[in-house]
């Protein structure tokens, strides 16, 4: 059974950091791509970034560069690196990967950042 489940979300001030992780079980996250959305209150869940299976790095306007995104294989994780973050970084954040053609999702970690 594939899971995927994020942490490292919290209460942070204007241009603070935060590193999100994303575990997964039942899949090998070095074969699939993986990315991060976030999705803040009233708003559609948007792209954040993306780690391909390669390795190659893609990330959304809004993103690049405060964001980085990696992926440790040794512990089947990958990683979201955030800095100078903003209010309106403010939202919940999930990870999601795609897997014998069916999409996988987290459940979510929250990101509030205060003024």
């Known amino acids: 059974q594939v899971q995927l489940v994020e942490s490292g979300g919290g209460l942070v001030q204007v241009g603070g950091s935060l590193r999100l992780s994303c575990a997964a079980s039942?899949?090998?996250?070095?074969?699939?791509?993986v990315a991060w959305y976030r999705q803040a209150p009233d708003k559609q869940r948007e792209w954040v970034a993306t780690v391909a299976s390669g390795g190659a790095t893609n990330y959304a306007d809004f993103a690049n560069p405060r964001f980085h995104i990696w992926r440790d294989n040794d512990d089947n994780t990958v990683y979201l690196q955030m800095t100078s973050l903003q209010p309106q970084d403010t939202a919940v954040y999930y990870c999601?990967?795609?897997?014998?053609?069916?999409?996988?999702w987290g459940q979510g970690t929250q990101v509030t950042v205060s003024s």
């Open positions: 039942g899949i090998t996250l070095s074969t699939n791509g």
């Open positions: 999601n990967t795609f897997y014998r053609n069916r999409a996988y």
